[in-house]
């Protein structure tokens, strides 16, 4: 496996394979890896000739400079990992080599920025787009892969590669949770060790919602017995819990045709945001 620094590096090393025929599949990460992050490097490996993983904690998509500041940086041991499950190139750059000058440029998602993450970290979704399409001009990959914990990114994601044109398929992963339910997250490793041990309460919470809506109960019954769950636990602080469009991210008044309906959330364990969602 090759580490790349530089722009001008891994373009160097990829531009002969993609000449040569040579599939690309790319995993954008902010490092910190785990389980789910290597799922989408194997489902790469699976369908592509050659795997790139990009880790870059793209300062451009924190709202909050505390998050920022916590956000876990764990290079050498991301590597060990890649390594271990076969990526083939890595690009970690420095946040000069990514952004010479600040980005002058605005993306606006328009109403899908308007609802759930995009509503609570305003600006995230304007950094998310400027760094993914800055890394699909780098990488200029085949297919890239993106988890559904993050479901609102990949809409954003969806939207970008329609708007300006990527020639590239996004693929989308499962969520990958920890045996006690808990989505893993990069977040997750901020936790204490009594709020991880709480922190599963949020998919709990979905799973609430869910039985409420599966037995034909209206939305504001699925909100109260999400309020009323986490509410047990005094460490939680809710932001939202909305019913949604699975595609659009937009709030439904009724559960959807099987599939199409995502339940999300986003509450603060202590100091650390935890998100989750599943799709019914
Ligand atoms: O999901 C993430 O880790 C980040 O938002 C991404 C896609 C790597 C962009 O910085």
Redesign the pocket.
């Known amino acids: 496996m090759q580490l790349y620094e530089t722009i001008t590096g891994l373009r160097q090393a990829l531009d002969p394979q993609r000449k040569a025929g040579v599939s690309i599949g790319f995993v954008?990460?902010?490092g910190a890896l785990h389980a789910g992050h290597l799922a989408l490097v194997e489902a790469s490996k699976a369908r592509n000739d050659l795997t790139v993983c990009?880790i870059?904690v793209?300062p451009t998509?924190f709202n909050n400079p505390d998050d920022l500041a916590r956000y876990p940086h764990t290079l050498e041991a991301d590597c060990q990992l890649l390594e271990a499950v076969g990526c083939d190139l890595v690009f970690a750059p420095s946040v000069e080599e990514m952004y010479p000058g600040s980005p002058v440029l605005r993306l606006d998602f328009g109403e899908l920025e308007t609802v759930l993450e995009g509503a609570f970290r305003p600006g995230h979704f304007n950094g998310?787009g400027i760094?993914?399409s800055k890394l699909f001009n780098i990488v200029q990959p085949d297919r890239a892969y993106?988890g559904q914990k993050?479901l609102q990114?990949v809409a954003v994601v969806r939207r970008l590669i329609r708007d300006l044109g990527f020639p590239l398929e996004l693929v989308r992963m499962p969520i990958v949770r920890e045996t006690d339910g808990l989505a893993m997250s990069s977040r997750n490793r901020n936790l204490s060790p009594a709020e991880r041990q709480v922190a599963p309460a949020l998919h709990q919470a979905l799973n609430k919602a869910r039985a409420v809506l599966q037995e034909e109960g209206p939305i504001e019954a699925a909100k109260i017995a999400v309020n009323d769950y986490l509410q047990a636990y005094s460490a939680f602080r809710l932001e939202y819990f909305e019913v949604t469009n699975a595609e659009t991210l937009q709030p439904v008044e009724q559960l959807q045709a099987p599939g199409a309906t995502a339940l999300c959330i986003a509450a603060y364990l202590g100091q650390t945001r935890l998100i989750d969602n599943l799709i019914v």
Request: net charge negative; no cysteine.
């Open positions: 954008p990460t902010m990009s870059f793209n998509q998310v760094v993914v993106f993050d990114q």
